[in-house]
Structure formats: structure tokens, C-alpha cells
């Protein structure tokens, strides 16, 4: 079973910024955090991933409270392109081969 | 472009005919996963290779299921005898180490 909870869906206005929560309060501490997009039709999309520390790239901004017992996938900008399925995942780093346990994800609608 | 290929994109059969599915991960990438994703459910694991070597295999993966990678380099995924539940996405990632690098799926219809 998944080890994170995701609400079902949210929505966002188009330019704004879309904040993505995602709990994992049972989270080992050499378990990452991993973000994965999931387009209409089209395979996941890896977005970032994360330890403890917050962690930024071109396509979003990862913020992971002190405890790291839950998670934010910040898009700074949302665009319509941006909705899709997103998925919040935890996975041990560098130890069981490494599957990943897919949830049910939060489906993002951007508005215009 | 030099990401995971899947072919073919969309597949239509019968209840009990076998068919193939092929791979080809981004190059010198040495894991490959295969995944399954039925409709609204998140991709669910069906095995993993480290180079040529099948290393997991998920409780999903029944007999009739199939999978090899055998030089290392593309996989193949085969299901003997399919049957209508077998209708979903089934997905290919591969990784240089941890991050994973998902394909864009087959879709297999089982009439």
C-alpha cells in the first residue's frame, strides 16, 4: 500500500501558484520523497524528489516540514499545461531495488 | 528524442490470443521496470530487471505473464492467453540508479 495520503483533487487559477500537499507521517529516515505527474494518457513524468532538506529545480519547489512528516509540491506559476495527476511517493534510497508504490495521486485542475 | 520507447502504443486483441510488448530504455540506463495502471488507479508494480537479470516480480505477475531482458539493453513483455482484466496501460521506466524515467505506455484492449 502507499505510504502517503493525497487529497483527491484541487483546483488552481491559471498563474497562480498551485500548493500540493501530500502527508507521509509513517516515513522512514532513509526514505525520500518523490513527486511524479501523470498527463491525460501519457506515462509519469519524474518532477523532484527530496530527503529533508527543501529542494528546487525548473519545474517546482519541494518543501518538506522539519519532521518530515508531510510534504509540499509548490508550482510557482501554474499553467494549463500543468494539470494532470500528481503523485506524492516514499521510497527507501539505495536500498530494496526500488518499485515505486503509486497512490491514487491528487488530480490538479488549472483554471483559466 | 532519447527517452523511453514503447511500441506499440496501443494494442487491440481477442480474449486468449498472446501478445508482445517491447521496451527500449534510455541508453546506458542498467534498471528497467515494468508497470501496470488500470483506469483511475495509479501505476501498480509488475517486475524489475538490473541489467539483463529479473531481479523482482510482483504477486501480479500471474503465469501467464512474461518478461526478459536479454542482452540488457530492450525488454519484451509477453501475456499468453489474455483475458479482459488484462485491459490497462502497462508502462516502462528505466533508471541510471534511483530516479525513474517512465515511457509513454502501451494500451492493451482485450475483446
Known amino acids: 500500500d502507499a505510504k502517503t495520503t493525497q487529497p483527491p483533487s484541487m483546483d488552481c487559477a491559471e498563474g497562480r501558484a498551485a500548493n500540493l500537499p501530500c502527508n507521509h507521517s509513517?516515513?522512514?529516515?532513509?526514505?525520500?520523497v518523490y513527486w511524479y505527474r501523470q498527463i491525460h494518457s501519457q506515462g509519469p513524468q519524474y518532477i523532484i524528489h527530496?530527503?529533508?532538506n527543501n529542494e528546487t529545480n525548473e519545474m517546482a519547489s519541494l518543501i518538506i516540514t522539519e519532521d518530515r512528516k508531510s510534504s509540499t509540491l509548490i508550482l510557482p506559476h501554474a499553467t494549463l499545461r500543468d494539470t494532470a495527476v500528481y503523485y506524492c511517493?516514499?521510497?527507501?534510497?539505495?536500498?530494496?531495488?526500488?518499485?515505486?508504490?503509486f497512490g491514487k495521486g491528487t488530480k490538479l485542475s488549472v483554471k483559466p | 528524442d532519447t527517452g523511453v520507447s514503447q511500441n506499440p502504443r496501443h494494442k487491440i486483441t481477442k480474449r486468449g490470443q498472446n501478445v508482445t510488448f517491447r521496451c527500449d530504455p534510455i541508453s546506458e540506463h542498467n534498471r528497467l521496470y515494468w508497470y501496470r495502471q488500470t483506469l483511475g488507479q495509479g501505476p501498480e508494480f509488475l517486475t524489475y530487471?538490473?541489467?539483463?537479470?529479473?531481479?523482482?516480480k510482483s504477486r501480479l505477475l500471474s503465469d501467464r505473464f512474461s518478461a526478459e531482458r536479454p542482452k540488457g539493453s530492450f525488454s519484451t513483455l509477453e501475456i499468453q492467453r489474455t483475458e479482459q482484466g488484462d485491459s490497462a496501460m502497462y508502462l516502462c521506466?528505466?533508471?541510471?540508479?534511483?530516479?525513474?524515467?517512465f515511457g509513454p505506455g502501451t494500451r492493451l484492449l482485450v475483446l
Open positions: 527530496g530527503l529533508k
Open positions: 530487471f538490473q541489467n539483463e537479470a529479473q531481479l523482482e
Open positions: 509513517t516515513i522512514s529516515g532513509n526514505e525520500y
Open positions: 521506466a528505466s533508471s541510471p540508479t534511483e530516479t525513474q524515467y
Open positions: 511517493i516514499v521510497r527507501d534510497y539505495g536500498g530494496s531495488q526500488g518499485n515505486l508504490i
